[in-house]
């Protein structure tokens, strides 16, 4: 298998081009459809249809599945049959990072929505931030734990990275490790602060801002952390090398996006906003 990898990092010297032309391929369709029929089933859940979990179920392993088979033809393409060129690696990775410009854009507007809500309060909620009766969440206790492991996980990542760099394959494995333990622990902490949490989603305009920025940037943190579990099994089986590991760099992207956005949020909103 290292073999195969190292002979794809330099096949690109030997191709008539440098760029992959994918072949035809159903997933993208199938993963869309799967996708529609995601937003439809929680659309009937949030509408007190009866069963709709079953259907929420249902659409999730469905998607699931269909996403799966689309990467695993990805990394078939770029471990197996070498496709993934430096050019071709160089174009991933750039459009990775539109893609997280993307997800800037998107948590943009949601701080948008509470420092107008927090500087300009209506009458409604008693001319104050936070609300009126909004008991807030101490944010020197669990969130600046929270804090403190996002920011070590980011280290460990980090440490993983430039080990790869330097063909060091156990420091990679472990920097993954460490790094999906501290995600799951970050993961496990914002649960019980959420079963805590003296309001809840209902209770006004903090309270919907409040879960809709630290659930979504939660999603995100299981998101990253399978993204870097299927890195690690990946380098498990020695997919990667110092020359080629696309895949690992773009999680690692994805990973230090989700530390720098809950900055913002402890001191945005854990801190400033209370």
């Not at 394959?169 to 472990?174: D, E, G």
């Not at 496990?188 to 003296?198: L, M, R």
């Not at 999603?219 to 020359?243: D, E, M, N, P, T």
């Amino acid at each position: 298998m290292r073999q195969a990898v190292l002979w794809n990092v330099h096949r690109n010297l030997f191709e008539q081009h440098p760029y992959h032309l994918v072949n035809p391929s159903p997933w993208p369709l199938y993963t869309s459809l799967s996708l529609g029929s995601c937003a439809l089933s929680f659309l009937l859940y949030f509408n007190y249809y009866n069963n709709s979990y079953v259907y929420i179920i249902i659409s999730l392993i469905i998607f699931s599945f269909f996403l799966t088979r689309w990467f695993t033809d990805i990394v078939i393409e770029s471990t197996y049959e070498g496709h993934h060129t430096i050019k071709v690696q160089n174009g991933i990775r750039f459009a990775f990072i539109l893609f997280i410009l993307s997800e800037i854009m998107f948590f943009s507007s949601f701080f948008w929505g509470f420092l107008h809500c927090s500087l300009n309060s209506a009458i409604d909620i008693g001319s104050i931030w936070p609300p009126k009766k909004i008991i807030t969440l101490d944010p020197w206790s669990l969130p600046l734990l929270n804090t403190i492991i996002l920011l070590s996980s980011g280290v460990t990542i980090t440490w993983s990275h430039k080990a790869i760099l330097d063909n060091n394959r156990t420091a990679v494995i472990l920097g993954i490790l460490a790094t999906v333990g501290y995600g799951l622990i970050f993961s496990g902490i914002q649960y019980y602060e959420y079963i805590e949490a003296p309001f809840n989603i209902n209770d006004s305009i903090y309270g919907s801002l409040f879960f809709m920025l630290t659930g979504f940037h939660g999603a995100h943190v299981f998101v990253g952390s399978i993204f870097l579990i299927i890195c690690l099994v990946r380098q498990w089986s020695y997919h990667f090398v110092a020359k080629q590991h696309v895949g690992f760099e773009c999680a690692i992207y994805y990973w230090h996006f989700v530390d720098v956005v809950w900055l913002f949020l402890f001191i945005l909103v854990y801190i400033w906003g209370n």
